[in-house]
């Protein structure tokens, strides 16, 4: 299969770029993970959906992926909560992590190649740590290690930061960072209290600081610079700004990452969904709110990755309007095609025969190469839904078995990147009614409302509606139904 020109917008660069990854056949990619001291919420769920879009457009546009995304299971946070629990940090952290794989399968992302543990990564930090000494980049005080930024005079070529105005020597070395704020960090903290989770190692006695391990890790895993790294846009400073100082401090004739990819914040009510604010929802609060996982997902992947998305439970609804409208489609083309057992194919020999369909397929893929255009991938969607309708609401045209099939493997193509469509014969509950019956039931109103029969239209909605099942007209002029509740 041929490889579909990719361009994305470089955090690093400022702009639109083509994607030359060292090898289309092993792009490596680098995410930030989740800190495991508590379920995640959906403000970080976004972040893990939008590594998920890129892995599945990449894949789409032909290209073979080697992709890490990494846990922190040491923290600040973490070290305080299994001292106050009297529990291991690995016992701590256990139930945290499984929760985040758990959400991560709900939500139908796609399982990576590495998900590397800082706890598991000690030995290929301290060297990390070795190098950036040997270099002459970091200074000691009180057991603890920093990085000197002001011996590295690239600090703030990624984000952009001031440097100027910091004085020298100012450290700091607690896990969370106050964003504009530019200080040396710490790359190796000193165990202060005998309960405090350590590690015996050539750098003394203690824990590694928080920006060290993603760097450490990609060494690890890639050997050397990557193609892909990507992280919310709180991350880029000081974190990324950090790894990448880390990095190119210890490596200096090499490229760190090609091309950087930030998303943008969940807000909630303008302001940024975050633990501390409180202003957040677990995946578990939304589900047992009764919306559907594949809701959830169609939501948070609908924006542009760049965009920010202010969260709310309305907007969430018109999305699952949405999905069901996509979804009926599907449903009447799969029945009126007889295409229940139609399998998909592996997407990559998939060539479209009706010019229609054809153009349809290239600007989706084209949508995803041009940084990710999700929301204008999910315009060509509607339109296919639009067209396939269309289709079915006429009784004489050539070729109509060609386009069924044809329109059903573009959904199943579509579908690689949106994961949320069923393709499957539901197996209602109907209390002795079949779906045919509805089906047929749909078509007589449909039938006599063409006819301006309002009366027979109306009885046969009633009809329905004894035996519990409820009928939505959309504005599109397609009839949906579901059981009552
Ligand atoms: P954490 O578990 O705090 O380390 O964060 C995991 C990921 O979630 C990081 O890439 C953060 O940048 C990202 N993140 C945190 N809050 C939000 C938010 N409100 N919207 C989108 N991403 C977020
Ligand atoms: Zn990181």
Not at 188 to 208: A, F, I, V
Not at 318 to 331: A, G, H, M, P, Y
């Amino acid at each position: 299969m041929s490889l579909i020109p990719f361009v994305f917008l470089n955090t690093k660069s400022g702009k639109k770029e083509p994607f030359a990854p060292k090898n289309p056949n092993l792009v490596s990619i680098y995410s930030c993970g989740p800190t495991v001291y508590n379920f995640a919420h959906i403000g970080n769920i976004r972040s893990f959906l939008f590594v998920d879009i890129l892995r599945r457009s990449l894949l789409l546009g032909g290209y073979k992926l080697n992709q890490s995304m990494n846990i922190t299971d040491i923290d600040d946070k973490i070290i305080n909560e299994s001292i106050k629990r009297n529990i291991s940090v690995e016992e701590f952290t256990k139930p945290w992590t499984e929760a985040f794989f758990k959400d991560l399968s709900t939500l139908h992302v796609q399982t990576l190649e590495h998900y590397p543990k800082a706890t598991e990564s000690i030995e290929d930090m301290v060297s990390l740590v070795e190098t950036l000494q040997s270099n002459g980049l970091v200074y000691e005080r009180e057991g603890n290690v920093y990085f000197s930024i002001q011996k590295f005079n690239r600090y703030g070529e990624l984000s952009k930061i001031d440097v100027s105005g910091m004085k020298s020597g100012v450290r700091y070395d607690a896990d969370e960072y106050e964003k504009d704020d530019v200080r040396d960090f710490v790359l190796w903290k000193n165990q202060k209290t005998k309960d405090e989770k350590c590690w015996h190692t050539r750098l003394g006695t203690g824990r590694p600081g928080w920006h060290l391990e993603c760097s450490a890790m990609i060494r690890k895993i890639y050997g050397s610079g990557i193609d892909i790294h990507t992280g919310g846009i709180d991350l880029l400073f000081p974190h990324h700004e950090n790894e990448f100082a880390q990095t190119t401090g210890a490596y200096p004739n090499e490229e760190f990452v090609g091309t950087w990819l930030h998303c943008e914040h969940l807000l909630v009510d303008g302001e940024k969904m975050s633990k501390s604010k409180g202003n957040f929802y677990t995946l578990r609060d939304i589900l047992e709110k009764g919306y559907e996982p594949k809701i959830i997902r169609f939501h948070l992947i609908s924006a542009h990755y760049r965009s920010k998305l202010n969260f709310s439970l309305t907007k969430l609804e018109e999305s699952k309007v949405s999905l069901d409208r996509i979804q009926n489609t599907i449903f009447r083309l799969l029945d009126t095609g007889s295409l229940w057992n139609l399998i998909p194919d592996d997407g990559e020999n998939l060539v479209f025969s009706l010019p229609e369909l054809t153009k349809l397929n290239d600007n989706f893929l084209n949508a995803l190469a041009d940084d990710l255009n999700v929301p204008k991938a999910l315009a060509i969607l509607h339109e296919l839904v639009r067209i396939v309708n269309q289709t079915l609401d006429q009784t004489k045209i050539e070729n109509v078995n060609l386009f069924y099939e044809e329109a059903l493997r573009l959904f199943f193509k579509m579908n690689e990147l949106f994961a949320v469509f069923s393709f499957e014969k539901p197996k209602a509950n109907l209390d002795g009614i079949s779906e045919e019956w509805i089906l047929e039931q749909i078509s007589n109103r449909k039938l006599a409302k063409q006819n301006k029969d309002f009366v027979t239209a109306d009885n046969i909605r009633k009809e329905l509606e004894n035996k519990g099942i409820l009928l939505a007209d959309t504005k599109e002029g397609i009839t949906t139904w579901k059981k009552a509740p």
